[in-house]
Nanobody, 114 residues
Framework: QVQLVESGGGLVQPGESLRLSCAAS????????MTWYRQAPGKQRELVAQ???????NYADSVKGRFTISRDNAKRTLYLQMNSLKPEDTGVYYC????????WGQGTQVTVSS
């Protein structure tokens, strides 16, 4: 069964850090580009960061220099290191592959607030 399970979110103050994880199963993880998305309250889901099977990365302009996407193929896990968090980073964070699995995980909530 293909599954994506996000974890690591929480409530933090501006300027603090979080590390999100996405555990994947049911497909050959290492050959797919993986993507982090987020959905802020009242807004559409947006692409945050991508990493290819060859470890090439791409980031939304809003997170460049603050977020780092990485993957551990042996652990079949995708990561998102989020530093210098801002209130506008608040939202539910999801992971998926390219092409996407149609059944999304439940996501992990990130709340940045003082």
């Amino acid at each position: 069964q293909v599954q994506l399970v996000e974890s690591g979110g929480g409530l933090v103050q501006p300027g603090e850090s979080l590390r999100l994880s996405c555990a994947a199963s049911g497909y050959i993880f290492s050959i797919y580009t993986m993507t982090w998305y987020r959905q802020a309250p009242g807004k559409q889901r947006e692409l945050v960061a991508q990493i290819t099977s060859g470890d090439l990365t791409n980031y939304a302009d809003s997170v460049k220099g603050r977020f780092t996407i990485s993957r551990d193929n042996a652990k079949r896990t995708l990561y998102l290191q989020m530093n210098s968090l801002k209130p506008e980073d608040t939202g539910v964070y999801y992971c998926n592959r390219n092409p996407p699995i149609l059944t999304w995980g439940q996501g992990t909530q990130v709340t940045v607030s003082s």
